[in-house]
Nanobody, 115 residues
């Protein structure tokens, strides 16, 4: 059974930073492009970033480019998202997933940016 367990969220002030982690089980991580997504209150879930199987290539949504950094550790089956220069509009529940897959989503981790 494939599982995604996100952690590391919290409440920070605008301009602050957080590092999100995702522990993946039930698959060989190096076989998959991985991605982060987020869902803000009252909005659809949106893609944030993806990272290639080997970690060499990344792509970001325009809204987070140059502020967020995705990374991975295939040996530990973990995905990370470094969030810097956070804005109020980054407030959302953040999820990791195998890009394009149909496995169930995890519970996500809440990020709240508020003064």
């Amino acid at each position: 059974q494939v599982q995604f367990v996100e952690s590391g969220g919290g409440t920070v002030q605008p301009g602050g930073s957080l590092r999100l982690s995702c522990q993946v089980s039930g698959l060989t991580l190096s076989n998959f492009i991985m991605s982060w997504h987020r869902q803000a209150p009252g909005k659809e879930r949106e893609w944030v970033a993806w990272i290639s199987n080997d970690g060499r290539n990344m792509k970001y949504a325009d809204s987070v480019k140059d502020r967020f950094t995705i990374s991975r550790d295939n040996d530990k089956n973990q995905i990370f998202l470094q969030l810097d220069r956070l804005k109020a509009e980054d407030t959302a529940v953040y999820y990791c997933h195998a890009h394009g897959s149909t496995w169930d989503w995890g519970q996500g981790t809440q990020v709240t940016v508020s003064a």
